[in-house]
């Protein structure tokens, strides 16, 4: 249905609603190409530890069938792979062709070729049916997602009774007196960097406002209780620079 008056925040912008899913269609489009040497350069490879741990939280076994919704370049699924002792299946669903192809070339590089299924899909509308897989797993996506508790409602119908939901994303600083220091950096280097190494300064900036307006640990565990999930809860890293949250299907 059309919400014509509708607006959501894309960064510090108010636009509307029905806007957003193109804005950050463009940005991904836009940095594809860069997108992991980014991570990289921005978080001096952390990034790679947080999505390990947040993994090593994810009750999966040999033969599980996980999703990982806003896949993009497949860091997730790579891990997960690992962690079901390489004898499982993860189906990556993102909205975007670039970050997909990005992704795909990625893997085969590192002579990953089976085991993946790369689907082009939105998170708000999971083209799969109700009950289908044993966890599912959303890493610096649901930021990006115009309305995020449709998005987590579809992960949960996905999800098996007694599957997990797990979600990786920038969170808010549990030390208050590293912020003036972290903003610093959010506002004046990410940006920078993201001109040269990206040529997308706007890019990296929307990324700094996005976390800025992203909901705090609680409010997520909050959100997470309401779509009737239970032992829901959040393990902060990097004194909650990124947290992961998790619960399970009843
Ligand atoms: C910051 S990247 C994260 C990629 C990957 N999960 C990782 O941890 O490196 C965000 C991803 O979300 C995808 N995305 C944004 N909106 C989406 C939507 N509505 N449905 C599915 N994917 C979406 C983008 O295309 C992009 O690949």
């Known amino acids: 249905m059309a919400e014509p008056h509708t607006t959501t925040h894309f960064g510090f912008k108010e636009i509307p609603i029905g806007e957003k899913v193109r804005q950050v269609g463009r940005i ?38 996980t999703l990982d919704v806003a896949g993009g370049t497949g860091d997730l699924a790579r891990l997960t792979l690992e962690r079901m002792g390489g004898r499982g299946r993860v189906t990556l669903c993102d909205i975007n062709a670039a970050m997909l192809e990005a992704g795909r070339v990625k893997l085969a590089d590192q002579g990953l070729v089976a085991g993946i299924d790369w689907v082009q899909g939105n998170a708000e509308h999971l083209p799969f049916p109700d009950n289908t897989f044993h966890a599912a797993t959303i890493g610096f996506g649901i930021r990006n997602v115009t309305r995020i508790e449709t998005a987590f409602r579809e992960m949960v119908r996905v999800l098996r009774p007694g599957g997990q ?25 990410l940006p920078e960097l993201g001109h040269w190494v990206a040529k997308d300064r706007d890019a990296y900036q929307y990324l700094a406002e996005s976390i800025r307006r992203f909901p705090d640990q609680k409010t997520l565990c909050a959100l997470l209780d309401g779509l009737g999930l239970h032992r829901v809860g959040y393990h902060n890293l990097s004194a909650g620079i990124a947290a992961v949250h998790t619960g399970f299907k009843v």
């Open 28 to 65: 991904f489009d836009s940095v594809a190409e860069n997108y992991d040497l980014m991570n990289d350069l921005m978080s001096l490879g952390i990034h790679r530890l947080w999505k390990r741990h947040a993994i090593g939280r994810l009750r999966v076994r040999p033969g599980s069938h």
């Open 165 to 189: 939901l797990l979600c990786l994303e920038f969170s808010h600083l549990s030390l208050t007196a590293l912020q003036p220091l972290y903003d610093t950096y959010s506002f004046k280097v």
